[in-house]
């Protein structure tokens, strides 16, 4: 009888419907194929019942994060050879119901059965997160939802970001660390807010307060920061303390939909509108309309997506649903700038800057794996793989257009039209 890793990559090919570009390595000591390329370690039976149990990504993803599934060599190059495989292959790829009408693709599954061992599902890894049905997107669920990401724990979040603590993309030059390019993305924000001494700044998902310090610090603002993880609160209270800044910065843990002290100056949103979701966004965009002055400025920094022929397909992706953002979704562009304008917004930039979070994403995966036994004991295990395997993902959907991050700077523009801005935009760049 053929070794276990030959009768894996045989079944998965036969299955797959295309070659595997990569070396597998199963439980029993036994390799199949190109004997350079970076493997994919198929660690016990285990991972073929999560994987039939759950066929596509989640029960990949469960795989991995039990530590039933690992990569040999660079993850990056094995990533990039998975996607085509399973993720990538769109509309011509074939659907479950037509393989599992192919005799041959239902013969393979059932060998896959038998190779697997005893037909029971084993329990998902205690980070996968365990709901009910339940309306999305109302302040109880948003708030479990951002404690389950950001509340894993600020020292974890300290080796990953780095001493910026700044979780969104930064705004790179040819050269430098990581901190000067955080540091150089919020001074972007704040010029294209255009911030002046004595003004109001409300900074919507203040995170661990690295804007509200900058726009507070460098242009004598007063901030109102809002967010819904205690931790990250505590944290940035801290951090605005130990800066000499609590008389011109304010941390809360609050909803921004429960923000009532406007006018402001000015809004920033860094990286918090993808928790916002669709049917929620219009609301969203009102709101924040409704608490800037007239003539005040929007910055909006969110992820988007790439459009789909058929929007109403859309469907949240499994992994990061159920392990990194619960209830987050994506958007394009295109549809943002429509609920932004129709809330009242006049739109007035948007700039592309998915290059610079590639390289971002890069920095904190290498942050992550230079002090991977101590973010192992930081957090556990598996929350680390899941970390890991986000972000290097991540890094690779940016750098191959899969989805991007913009900003948009949107005015609310008074009656008599003045937006306030110069004649010649982009002067933030200097």
């Not at 669920?141 to 969104?168: C, Q, W």
Request: hydrophobic fraction near 40%; include cysteine.
């Amino acid at each position: 009888m053929a070794d276990a890793a030959s009768r894996l990559r045989s079944l998965a090919e036969q299955m797959l419907g295309a070659p595997l570009p990569l070396r597998l390595k199963a439980w029993d000591g036994s390799q199949s194929g190109p004997p350079d390329a970076p493997a994919l370690v198929v660690r016990n039976r285990r991972a073929l019942r999560r994987m039939l149990f759950k066929p596509g990504e989640l029960g990949l993803a469960r795989a991995w994060v039990s530590g039933d599934l690992e990569i040999e060599g660079d993850l990056y190059t094995v990533l990039d050879a998975m996607a085509g495989l399973v993720w990538e292959r769109g509309e011509d790829a074939r659907s479950l119901a037509q393989a599992v009408r192919d005799p041959d693709v239902r013969a393979a599954a059932r060998e896959l059965l038998k190779l697997a061992g005893p037909p029971i599902p084993p329990a998902p890894p205690r980070e996968e997160v365990r709901r009910p049905r339940r309306r999305l997107h109302t302040r109880r669920t948003d708030k479990r939802a951002i404690s389950h990401h950001y509340d894993v724990g600020n020292d974890f979040y300290e080796l990953v970001l780095g001493p910026s603590m700044v979780y969104s993309c930064a705004y790179w030059e040819d050269a430098g660390s990581l901190e000067s390019a955080q540091r150089d993305k919020l001074e972007l924000v704040c010029a294209k807010l255009g911030l002046k001494e004595g003004q109001r700044l409300l900074d919507v998902g203040c995170g661990w307060g690295s804007m509200a310090i900058h726009a507070a610090r460098e242009h004598g603002v007063s901030v109102v920061g809002v967010t819904l993880s205690q931790e990250q609160a505590a944290y940035a209270r801290k951090r605005v303390a130990d800066e000499g800044l609590t008389d011109r910065v304010e941390i809360r843990v609050q909803d921004y939909r429960d923000v009532v002290d406007g006018p402001f100056d000015a809004i920033s949103s860094i990286g918090m509108a993808e928790h916002v979701g669709a049917e929620k966004y219009l609301e969203y965009a009102r709101q924040l309309y409704a608490l800037l002055k007239p003539g005040g400025r929007l910055l909006n920094h969110q992820i988007a997506r790439r459009p789909q022929r058929d929007e109403s397909a859309y469907e949240v992706d499994d992994f990061i649903d159920s392990y990194v953002f619960p209830d987050g979704e994506l958007a394009p562009v295109g549809t943002t700038v429509t609920q932004l304008e129709r809330a009242g917004f006049e739109v007035r930039d948007v700039e592309s800057i998915r290059e610079h979070y590639a390289r971002t994403l890069r920095r904190w995966v290498a942050n992550l794996e230079a002090d991977w036994d101590r973010a192992v004991r930081l957090t556990s295990p598996g929350r680390a793989r899941v970390w890991r395997l986000y972000m290097a993902a991540s890094a690779l959907a940016f750098e191959r257009n899969r989805i991007g991050v913009n900003q948009v700077l949107a005015i609310r523009t008074p009656e008599s039209g003045a937006s306030g801005l110069p004649l010649r935009a982009r002067t933030w760049h200097g």
